[in-house]
């Protein structure tokens, strides 16, 4: 049985001292600048005031960090937000973990080659200074894609892992553009069935060398490996994942539920440092980034040149070389209640891994309501706050106390598609490309409906 943490309780715990019942913890994360949370955790000695020893560890890849928060050998994890539902709803590697705090909004980037670039700028209109229109949709791309298939050369892209948030921006970007990005049979994990561009993983930091080396044509990452690209001018970013869905959901943080339930006092206090960090991340301004961007260029961390992080983490983005502009909300750890681990966000996640054959039956509303609040728990975040505010470390305003775990419908997408998370079959049937209703794949068909 999971340790529970009542929301009630959340708005009325006291200040009492927390004792947590293990110390000393060992945490992975991936060479991102989404990382922050933890690296500020460590450095401003957030883990130490709430009694923690901490050392972080960077991983290998995405599949070796979740497997290694199974085993124990981690304590916890900077997480891809589909990984912790797909584990437990056994898509993959199975087990139960769950997210206490959701570590960011926005932050990735869909980057293609120079010479993919070429072909698609004259399909895309500009500004009056010349420069392209922004958002860019992947229409200008279609007619690329299309080339390439008539030359008999599939269009492959990198993305950083099968349930990545990056997957599924990039799928909803190539969709909303009229590129089909394949579906996920029962027997075929590739994802790449009836696909017009061919997405397959790569590790976020061997994207630029990837692209360079002509195995893919453009990919979907988290920074600083899209900015790389523009530094290295081997690529040009063409849209950022805050104008396919402004203010979406990124990574998250993630624990087995096991571990939860034995060290209920260290999970708070873990979520108490993490709070503190988002909020030192964002406070007056983004006052503090420069300094963070100085800390995330260590080698213990993202190990990238401080500028080349700077380029997106002070709030601009660069686009084509010289195409620099503003984007304050790029990297977003705070505010917008971006910690709060909402239903609908882990909602949202389940509705693509049903859009694209992941999920391969169909499921009820309910279900998708009941897998959220497995994974997602607002109770435990909502308690640590309590803490927070009760100790003068937080504001009582910042946190939405009253909420029911949904975030209001929003049209906030590329296409304009209305996505509610209290009805998420309903916003599936509204998606042009992608499976809906009963429909399933068998072989490379689909069938059914």
């Not at 979740?66 to 993959?92: K, N």
């Not at 927070?388 to 929003?410: I, N, Q, S």
Request: hydrophobic letters at 35%; one cysteine or more.
């Amino acid at each position: 049985m999971l340790a529970t943490f009542g929301v009630g309780e959340a708005t009325t715990a006291s200040a009492e001292m927390l004792f947590p019942e293990k110390d000393e913890l060992t945490f992975g994360f991936i060479k991102l600048t989404d990382m922050a949370p933890l690296a500020i955790a460590y450095e401003k000695h957030f883990f130490e005031d709430e009694g923690l020893y901490v050392t972080l560890e960077p991983q290998a890849n995405w599949k070796v960090l979740l497997d290694r928060v199974i085993t124990g050998e981690l304590d916890g994890a900077h997480m891809l937000a589909g990984q912790p539902l797909a584990a437990t709803i056994g898509y993959g590697t199975e087990a139960h973990i769950i997210t206490p705090f959701s570590m960011d909004l926005n932050g990735n980037g869909i980057t293609v080659s120079n010479e993919v670039w070429e072909k698609m700028k004259p399909n895309i209109p500009t500004n009056e200074d010349g420069k392209p229109q922004h958002p860019i949709s992947a229409s200008a791309l279609k007619p690329v894609v299309e080339e390439f298939k008539q030359q008999g050369k599939p269009f492959n892209m990198g993305m950083v892992f099968p349930v990545s948030t990056h997957n599924y921006e990039l799928r909803y970007w190539l969709a909303a553009g009229g590129i089909h990005p394949g579906y996920y049979g029962e027997n075929d994990t590739t994802g790449q069935i009836q696909g017009d561009a061919l997405l397959s993983v790569t590790p976020p930091p061997q994207m630029p060398s990837t692209l360079e080396a002509g195995t893919i044509y453009g990919y979907c990452v988290g920074e600083p490996w899209n900015q790389q690209a523009v530094f290295m001018e081997i690529g040009v970013p063409v849209i950022t994942d805050y104008e396919i869905w402004k203010n979406n959901p990124e990574k998250v943080f993630g624990i087995t539920a096991e571990f939860a339930e034995k060290y209920p006092n260290t999970t708070l206090a873990i979520t108490k440092a993490l709070i503190r960090a988002a909020i030192w991340l964002d406070e007056n301004d983004n006052a503090n980034r420069e300094e963070a961007v100085e800390i995330l260029s260590k080698p213990e961390y993202v190990g990238a040149d401080a500028e080349v992080i700077a380029n997106s983490m002070t709030g601009t983005f660069e686009y084509e070389k010289g195409d620099k502009r503003q984007v304050p909300d790029f990297n977003v750890f705070f505010r917008y209640n971006a910690t709060y681990p909402f239903y609908s966000d882990a909602i949202w996640y389940l509705t693509q891994m049903r859009r694209w054959g992941q999920i391969p039956e169909a499921k009820p509303d309910s279900w998708y309501d009941e897998t959220a609040k497995k994974v997602y728990r607002p109770d435990i975040y909502l308690k640590a706050a309590r803490m927070l505010v009760e100790e003068g470390l937080a504001d009582e305003a910042d946190f939405p106390w009253e909420t029911d775990g949904y975030r209001e419908p929003t049209d906030a997408f590329l296409d304009g598609v209305v996505y509610d998370g209290r009805k998420p079959n309903a916003y599936i049937e509204s998606l042009s490309i992608g499976l809906k209703g009963s429909e399933k794949i068998k072989g490379t068909e689909v069938v059914g409906g």
